[in-house]
C-alpha cells in the first residue's frame, strides 16, 4: 500500500485490485483543471441577497476613505451595475448558485462521510454490480465536457494570438522585402556609377587619342596656353582636375599615330589583366602582369626611338605602372559587368532605417532564428521561438 | 495584485466574531471580458463611496477559510473591516492575477495563501460537485467523484 494511500485513511484489507473506482479517480489528478473563470460560478448575487448587503453594509461607517481620483473605481461600478442587470434579466441566472445546491454543499460540509467507510463499502459490494461506476461514468462524462469547454476556450486565446503574430511575421516578412529590394537598388546604382566612371574614362581616353584628327588645333604651339582654348585637351584636362596630365596628353598630339600604335601594343598585352582585376583577381596578381606588360611596352617604346613626356599619374594610380594601367583601362574593353571585391551580400549601414526599434526587433529575432537565410524562415518555427521567449509555450 | 504565503499579523491574532468592524457578509468576484468585479460587501461598499485603501485577502489552507481586511484611516487594526470572502473567488484571483480589480488597482491588493492539504468541496458552473485544492502555485478543480457516488447510493436508496 502506499503512503498516499495511508495517508487518506484506507483500510488495510483493501488492496489496489479491490479499490472503488471513486478513490481510484481521487488519486488520479488527471481530471483536474486550473480553476478559472469557466469553474467559477461567474455570476454576481441575487438580487435579494446583495440588497440585503447593500443595507447592512450602510450601517458601517468606515473613516479615513480613499479617493477615486483616476474615476477608475466610479467606471467599474457602471460597468457591474451594467452586468448585474443584464444578470437578473435572465432567467437561470443563479441556477447553481442557490436552492439545492447550496443545500447538498453545506450538508456535505457539515457532515462528510469518511472516506474509509465509503471504501468498505464499495469494497464489499458484488462484483457484478455496476452501478458505481454507472453513476462515475457520468460525473466522468459530464467533467471531460467541461474540461473539453476550457480547452477549446484556450485553444481559441491561442489561435488568436496565433494569428497576431503571423501577422507581425508577414510584416517583418514585408519589411525584410522591402529592405533587400533597397539594398539591391544601392548596389545597382553603386554598380552603375562604377560604369559611368568607367565610360568617362573610356570617353576621356578617345578624347585623348582622337583629338589630334578632331580637333586640329592640337599642334606644339598650345602646349603652353595652360587654358588651352576650348580644345578637347585642355577640356580633357580640366574636368580631371589634373593641368599636369592635360599637359602631358596635348603633348601628344605631334605623335600621336606611334604613340596609338604603341598604346594598342600595350592594350593587346594588359587586356586580360584588366579583366582579371575587373573580375576580382588579387592585386598582387595584377600587378605582375601589368608588370610583365611595362616590360613588353618598354621594349616596344625603345624600338621606336621616340622621346615622349610620359603622361602625369592620376591620382588613382600612384605607382609606376599607373599610366600605363590607365591607358590599358581605357583601350580595354571589359566584355563582363564589374563586381565589386568583398562580401557579395554586403551589410547595409542602417538595415531598419524609418521603421522604429519595434520593428528591428521583428527582424532581429526573425534573423535570429535563421541567419543565413531569413527569408525562408518558417511560421511556425517564429511562433515557437516567440512562445518559448515570451513562456507563452504550453 | 501582490501574492504572498507569510501570514500577515492580524490574521495570527484573535479576531473576535462579534468586534463592531466585523461584517458578517460575504464578498464574491466575477469576471466579465476579462475584467473583474467584487459583489458583496466590498461592492456596496465601493458604491456608497467607501473606498479603503487597501484590501488583505487571506485564505488558509488547513482550515479553508477565507477572511478580508479593509483598510481604512491609519491602516490600524481598529480603523480596519473585516469581511468573509469566497474562497472560490479567492482561487479565481490568485490564478487570474488581475491587473485591478473593480477599479482597484492589483498593487493595493494583497493575497495571502497559507499552505494545506485540505480540499475545498464546491460546485461549478456546470453544476458538478469539484474540490479546490492548491499545487504547484495554483489553484485546481478537479471532480469530486467520491462525493458523487454519495449522492448516487443514496438516490438508490
Known sequence: MSDAENDRGQEPDATENNEP??????????????????????????????????ELAATFDPEGVASDNNGKIKDALAAAAQITDENERLPHKTQFSSGDHAKRIAQIRKKRVPKTSIAKELS???????????????????????????????????????????????????????LDRREKEDADSQDKAKQTVTSKADARAKDDGAEPDAGGNGGPGDDGGPGGGTSGNAKSGASTGDPAKASATSGLGSIATPIIDTAKEVAKTVAPAATAIAMGVPPEAAVKSISDAVKTT??????????????????????????????????????????SIGPENPAPRVRAQGMGLGFASLIKAARALAPKEPGDISAAAWMQKRRDTDGLSR | MIKSHEMPAWFLQEIDDDAPNMIGA?????????????????????????????????????????????????GSDEAAFYISFEIESFALLWNADPASVHGIDG???????????????????????????????????????????????EEAA
Not at chain 1, 169 to 175: M, V, Y
Not at chain 2, 36 to 56: N, W
Open chain 2, 26 to 74: 460575504t464578498t464574491v468576484v466575477f469576471e466579465r471580458a476579462e475584467r473583474f468585479f467584487f459583489d458583496g460587501v466590498v461592492a456596496c461598499f465601493l458604491k456608497q463611496g467607501k473606498i479603503p485603501h487597501s484590501l488583505e485577502i487571506v485564505l488558509d489552507g488547513d482550515e479553508m477559510s477565507c477572511l478580508a481586511r479593509l483598510n481604512y484611516g491609519d
Open chain 2, 107 to 153: 498593487d493595493n491588493i494583497t493575497l495571502f495563501y497559507k499552505h494545506g492539504a485540505a480540499r475545498y468541496p464546491f460546485v461549478c458552473s456546470a453544476g458538478i460537485n469539484c474540490e479546490l485544492y492548491y499545487e504547484g502555485d495554483r489553484f485546481l478543480a478537479q471532480p469530486d467523484l467520491e462525493f458523487a457516488h454519495e449522492l448516487f447510493m
Open chain 1, 21 to 54: 473506482a471513486s478513490v481510484a479517480a481521487r488519486n488520479d489528478n488527471g481530471d483536474a483543471i486550473e480553476y478559472s473563470s469557466a469553474v467559477h460560478i461567474n455570476s454576481p448575487l441575487d438580487r435579494s441577497l446583495r440588497n440585503n448587503t447593500a
Open chain 1, 298 to 339: 618598354g621594349k616596344i617604346l625603345q624600338g621606336t626611338d621616340l622621346q615622349v613626356t610620359p603622361p602625369a599619374k592620376s591620382l588613382a594610380s600612384p605607382n609606376q605602372t599607373g599610366a600605363l594601367f590607365d591607358q590599358a583601362r581605357s583601350l580595354a574593353r571589359v566584355s563582363e559587368p564589374v563586381r
Open chain 1, 124 to 178: 464489499r459490494m458484488p462484483p457484478n454490480k455496476s452501478d458505481a461506476e454507472t453513476g462515475l461514468e457520468v460525473g466522468k462524462h459530464t467533467w471531460r465536457g467541461l474540461i473539453a469547454g476550457v480547452m477549446s476556450a484556450r485553444k481559441d486565446a491561442e489561435a488568436h494570438r496565433d494569428a497576431k503574430l503571423a501577422e507581425e511575421l508577414e510584416e517583418a516578412r514585408q519589411a525584410q522585402k522591402e
